[in-house]
């Protein structure tokens, strides 16, 4: 049976973003100065617009999307929702599985969810430049995109590692017109810091966040954009998931369990938050349904970090925010899946998991290769390395079904394409990819530098 790909219309691309705010039980803590007081938005005008603040500390559960952002989803949006019925064969399970293909936009992934209306709403206020920073590339590429689209220059600091693992990603951002630099770089008091104290550190993104940051605080023409963990971000993304369960409709089916990988939190959330809404509206067919967000054992936030406020970035820049977190120094080894190296998640994903209400998993590196190298040979779509965490854990419950007999629905985000990972997978198959469990006394170790305030 050939797989089932669900489509939608144009007129089905959302009209608005849903807010998970608006239906979290316990509302999420504000960001905090070094003194300890909440930080209002007069204190982060100088590297943000005021309508994305607005929408940051917002608790409305509906926020408009502006025509001209409409206007430019719909060069890729809606994305298709597949069910994968090769794979079912594959593993033999009786679970169905489904998968929402973000591969398709321009970038290759999710990312200009998010890069789109912050490249818009920036140009808005008439800013003419952006400073920002990307792990593998991705979110670096969409703002690149997105700045060509709407008139701004773009300023890209690559996380180290991944600048030389993804050259093709560095290619993409130039084509649109960016400029790329290897972070830490001696451009900003906190690379020359970095470099200081390690002149070949491999970098991360909580280092390359302070480099963008100081840059965009220091030019009255440049803001700053960030591709995950910020609520704005949490917020565009949540298209994705409108629109899946709009497919899952046009079929009859609904899941039992959504997966999402989890860097910074903005993928999981776009899949995740619009059926947690249908959970807190009390719909019957979402009460039991389980949430999962898939990290790295390398770099295992949610399920080995402390929930604490700690700074979004390695130098201190940022306000403190409530979240999970390995400190703000923590330096993950260079994995392949870049977009997943980041000490701290999203305090709206932090908070859910902290109130139990959403799930989280680590898993290897070697098995998600693995799960993709399954994936591509079932499906014929090479995904991203980060999308390959979700793809494993999705396998390993349908392999749980086929134990038990359970014909669970699953779905997965599949939030980007591959082929600009090639090397990874070359990598993997020459058996030169390690597992790495982070220690737990290296952990400890950077939690001791956790920020004392007020």
Same mark, same amino acid.
């Given at each position: 049976?050939?797989?089932?790909?669900?489509? =939608?219309?144009?007129?089905?691309? /959302?009209?608005?973003?849903?807010?998970?705010?608006?239906?979290?039980?316990?509302?999420?803590?504000?960001?905090?100065?070094?003194?300890?007081?909440?930080?209002?938005?007069?204190?982060?005008?100088?590297?943000?617009?005021?309508?994305?603040?607005?929408?940051?500390?917002?608790?409305?559960?509906?926020?408009?999307?502006?025509?001209?952002?409409?206007?430019?989803?719909?060069?890729?949006? /809606?994305?298709?929702? %597949?069910?994968?019925?090769?794979?079912?064969?594959? =593993?033999? !399970?009786?679970?169905?599985?489904?998968?929402?293909?973000?591969?398709? $936009?321009?970038?290759? @992934?999710?990312?200009?969810?998010?890069?789109?209306? #912050?490249?818009?709403?920036?140009?808005? *206020?008439?800013?003419?430049?952006?400073? !920002?920073?990307?792990?593998?590339? #991705?979110?670096?590429? @969409?703002?690149? =995109?997105?700045?060509?689209?709407?008139?701004?220059?773009?300023?890209?600091?690559?996380?180290?590692?991944?600048?030389?693992?993804?050259?093709?990603?560095?290619?993409?951002?130039?084509?649109?017109?960016?400029?790329?630099?290897?972070?830490?770089?001696?451009?900003?008091?906190?690379?020359?810091?970095?470099?200081? #104290?390690?002149?070949? $550190? /491999?970098?991360?993104?909580?280092?390359?966040?302070?480099?963008?940051?100081?840059?965009?605080? @220091?030019?009255?023409?440049?803001?700053?954009?960030?591709?995950?963990?910020?609520?704005?971000?949490?917020?565009?993304?949540?298209?994705?998931?409108? &629109?899946?369960?709009?497919?899952?409709?046009?079929?009859?089916?609904?899941?039992?369990?959504?997966?999402?990988?989890?860097?910074?939190? $903005?993928?999981?959330?776009?899949?995740?938050?619009?059926?947690?809404?249908?959970?807190? *509206?009390? &719909?019957?067919? *979402?009460?039991?349904?389980?949430?999962?967000?898939?990290?790295?054992?390398?770099?295992?936030?949610?399920?080995?970090?402390?929930?604490?406020?700690?700074?979004?970035?390695?130098?201190?820049?940022?306000?403190?925010?409530?979240?999970?977190?390995?400190?703000?120094? %923590?330096?993950?080894?260079?994995?392949?899946?870049?977009?997943?190296?980041?000490?701290?998640?999203?305090?709206?994903?932090?908070?859910?998991?902290?109130?139990?209400?959403?799930?989280?998993?680590?898993?290897?590196?070697?098995?998600?290769? &693995?799960?993709?190298?399954?994936?591509?040979?079932?499906?014929?779509?090479?995904?991203?390395?980060?999308?390959?965490?979700?793809?494993?854990?999705?396998?390993?419950?349908?392999?749980?079904?086929?134990?038990?007999?359970?014909?669970?629905?699953?779905?997965?985000?599949?939030?980007?394409?591959?082929?600009?990972?090639?090397?990874?997978?070359?990598?993997?198959?020459?058996?030169?990819?390690?597992?790495?469990?982070?220690?737990?006394?290296?952990?400890?170790?950077?939690?001791?530098?956790?920020?004392?305030?007020?």
């Amino acid at each position: 049976m050939p797989d089932t790909k669900i489509l =939608l219309e144009e007129r089905d691309i /959302p009209t608005h973003w849903y807010n998970v705010v608006a239906d979290m039980p316990n509302k999420p803590a504000p960001p905090l100065g070094p003194d300890g007081q909440p930080v209002g938005p007069d204190k982060l005008l100088a590297i943000f617009p005021m309508s994305l603040l607005e929408q940051e500390m917002s608790g409305e559960r509906w926020i408009p999307i502006p025509e001209p952002v409409r206007e430019a989803y719909r060069m890729w949006r /809606p994305s298709p929702l %597949f069910r994968a019925h090769r794979l079912e064969r594959m =593993l033999g !399970t009786p679970a169905k599985i489904y998968y929402k293909h973000e591969g398709v $936009s321009p970038a290759g @992934s999710h990312k200009p969810n998010t890069a789109i209306p #912050q490249a818009y709403y920036n140009k808005e *206020a008439g800013i003419k430049r952006i400073a !920002t920073e990307t792990g593998a590339g #991705q979110w670096g590429s @969409s703002m690149a =995109l997105a700045g060509k689209m709407f008139g701004l220059d773009v300023r890209v600091y690559m996380v180290k590692v991944s600048y030389d693992q993804k050259p093709f990603r560095r290619s993409m951002m130039h084509t649109w017109g960016a400029e790329v630099y290897a972070s830490p770089t001696d451009m900003t008091q906190a690379g020359r810091n970095v470099l200081a #104290q390690d002149p070949n $550190s /491999p970098g991360s993104l909580g280092v390359a966040i302070s480099e963008a940051v100081e840059e965009a605080a @220091s030019r009255p023409d440049t803001n700053y954009a960030l591709g995950s963990v910020l609520n704005h971000v949490c917020l565009h993304q949540t298209i994705i998931g409108q &629109e899946a369960k709009k497919q899952f409709e046009k079929v009859g089916d609904y899941p039992d369990m959504v997966f999402a990988a989890c860097g910074g939190g $903005s993928n999981f959330a776009g899949a995740a938050f619009p059926f947690f809404a249908d959970k807190a *509206a009390g &719909e019957k067919r *979402a009460q039991n349904i389980r949430l999962v967000a898939v990290e790295p054992t390398s770099c295992p936030t949610l399920t080995k970090g402390v929930f604490t406020y700690d700074y979004g970035d390695a130098s201190g820049y940022t306000p403190l925010m409530l979240m999970y977190t390995l400190g703000h120094d %923590f330096m993950p080894p260079g994995i392949h899946a870049g977009g997943l190296r980041y000490h701290g998640d999203s305090t709206l994903v932090s908070h859910l998991l902290h109130d139990g209400l959403i799930e989280a998993i680590a898993v290897p590196q070697l098995a998600t290769f &693995e799960a993709g190298v399954q994936f591509a040979q079932a499906e014929g779509i090479i995904a991203a390395p980060e999308s390959c965490h979700a793809i494993r854990a999705c396998i390993d419950e349908a392999l749980r079904c086929k134990a038990t007999g359970e014909p669970k629905t699953l779905f997965f985000n599949l939030s980007g394409h591959g082929h600009f990972d090639m090397a990874s997978y070359d990598k993997y198959f020459a058996g030169e990819l390690e597992d790495y469990v982070y220690p737990e006394e290296a952990i400890h170790a950077a939690l001791e530098h956790l920020p004392k305030f007020g």
